[in-house]
């Protein structure tokens, strides 16, 4: 089947995504977070893990290592494809998240303009002022509720703006 046989033109009044990936990596029992710039437009200010737009030339793995290395400067090994969530964000376009782990080799790193790196001991996560959903994704990759498997979800929002998460 060729490009034009897959049937995602914008003018098909179809679903559109954009691919991204986000990235938690461990060294030990710390894991690293990156605390947004005040100046950017997502999340400012808040603690997230590293990611950014999978560009069009790079599988989604590829990209992971890459915003990884653009974001920390830190060599990584064990880079494990986790799960996906689907992002509905009531607009035409919606996201497609692909979330991975890895180990940091060295806990040395370099900061970005994406914002401040800080070491964060995994049971101490929910003491930093995270992206609403990130306590949710450390229980399901280091937690109680943790899998080998990749996992899927379904994150979309109600009409007061607040977090609605499925996974199936």
Not at 45 to 52: A, D, F, R, W
Request: no cysteine; charged share 25%; hydrophobic share 35%.
């Amino acid at each position: 089947m060729g490009s034009k046989d897959q049937g995602a033109t914008a003018t098909d009044n179809r679903w559109l995504v954009i691919p991204r990936t986000l990235s938690f990596i461990t060294h030990g029992t710390d894991v690293l977070l990156l605390k947004r710039a005040p100046h950017k437009r997502v999340f400012p200010n808040k603690y997230n893990g590293l990611g950014g737009h999978i560009e069009r030339h790079e599988d989604p793995q590829t990209s992971a290592i890459r915003e990884i290395h653009e974001e920390t400067n830190i060599p990584v090994k064990n880079v494990q494809f986790r799960g996906v969530h689907h992002i509905d964000t009531g607009h035409t376009n919606g996201i497609i998240l692909m979330i991975y782990t890895a180990e940091a080799t060295t806990r040395d790193f370099v900061n970005s303009e994406e914002g401040t790196l800080e070491w964060v001991p995994l049971n101490e996560i929910q003491t930093k002022d995270l992206v609403e959903d990130i306590m949710l994704l450390m229980d399901r990759l280091f937690g109680k509720n943790a899998r080998k498997t990749p996992f899927a979800a379904h994150v979309s929002y109600d009409d007061d703006d607040q977090l609605i998460y499925k996974e199936g």
